[in-house]
């Protein structure tokens, strides 16, 4: 068989799919010209949204700063399923807790309650970092004894053999959330809820630059997920052969985000936005997000 493809718009949003079967080459040649297929084309992408008000906006960097998740060097001998631990007999004081995937991220924040949730099915949720004092206790000795080929740690490689001591990987001290770069919804911030809870380097996480309540946090992360800021998204970011797009820090912090008017019900509405956008309705969550922030009438331009 035969497909041709017809696009317009290089870079941008997808608007329009249409597909249409022909049972054989001239009848496809011969449909090229007619005006159903001329109209299936996705019209010319929109200049950005202008708002009917007069709205103020900052770039994300003035309000948080975003850094890679801790880097192990070796992720199958520090990060532990909770089985594994168990079947090593390592304990929990020896080991951080942590999220080390974009689906660990289920929900508008993530609390203990939930990490525990992680915990019980049994995913990579624990890092191993034992403290001076725990070296010589005998599981946690015999662990960093183990070679290589009986699942010891490869210290040989860059990020291992250059920091003191191998076995703590650096770890930010303070985390006020989390971020995946690559997710089929797009990137939306999750506020960390639970003390001491950490990330890997396949996540980002965020630090606000001044002290906020839970509602502050939440308003302004649903000013990350407004129209506004998803318009400006759309030029930024790797592509990958997938479809998934991949933001670094950079990309995300370059980002202009709405200064919110108002706090309360913040999280409440932040929540449901969330919900929305992981279940598959991203366009609903952004309307979620505009009408608090009071943006429910936008001009286009």
Not at 44 to 56: D, I, M, R
């Amino acid at each position: 068989g035969c497909i041709v493809l017809l696009a317009d718009g290089f870079r941008a949003a997808n608007r329009t799919l249409k597909r249409f079967e022909y049972s054989s080459g001239e009848d496809l040649i011969n449909s090229l010209s007619l005006p159903e297929i001329r109209n299936a084309l996705p019209s010319k992408p929109k200049g950005p949204s202008t708002l009917q008000h007069n709205y103020k906006t900052v770039l994300l960097r003035e309000i948080l700063d975003i850094r890679l998740g801790g880097v192990t060097g070796d992720v199958n001998y520090f990060l532990l399923r909770e089985a594994e631990r168990i079947e090593k007999g390592l304990p929990v004081e020896a080991l951080q807790p942590v999220v080390s995937k974009g689906k660990h991220l289920t929900g508008h924040s993530i609390s203990k309650h939930l990490w525990n949730k992680l915990r019980i099915a049994n995913e990579r949720i624990w890092l191993f970092s034992p403290p001076p004092g725990l070296l010589e206790q005998k599981a946690v000795k015999r662990y960093l004894m183990l070679s290589p080929p009986a699942g010891g740690c490869r210290k040989n490689r860059y990020k291992i053999r250059s920091r003191e001591p191998w076995y703590q990987t650096p770890l930010p001290l303070k985390i006020e959330g989390f971020i995946s770069g690559m997710t089929q919804s797009g990137p939306w911030l999750c506020l960390n809820q639970m003390a001491g809870l950490y990330a890997t380097n396949t996540l980002y996480t965020f630090t606000f630059n001044k002290k906020l309540t839970f509602e502050q946090k939440a308003a302004w992360a649903l000013s990350f997920l407004s129209r506004h800021t998803h318009q400006a998204m759309i030029s930024k970011g790797r592509v990958y052969a997938s479809g998934l797009r991949k933001y670094e820090p950079g990309d995300l912090l370059s980002l202009p985000v709405i200064i919110p008017k108002r706090f309360d019900g913040a999280a409440k509405q932040f929540s449901l936005a969330i919900k929305l956008s992981l279940k598959g309705d991203a366009p609903k969550a952004r309307k979620i997000a505009d009408k608090f922030l009071g943006l429910s009438a936008l001009k286009k331009s």
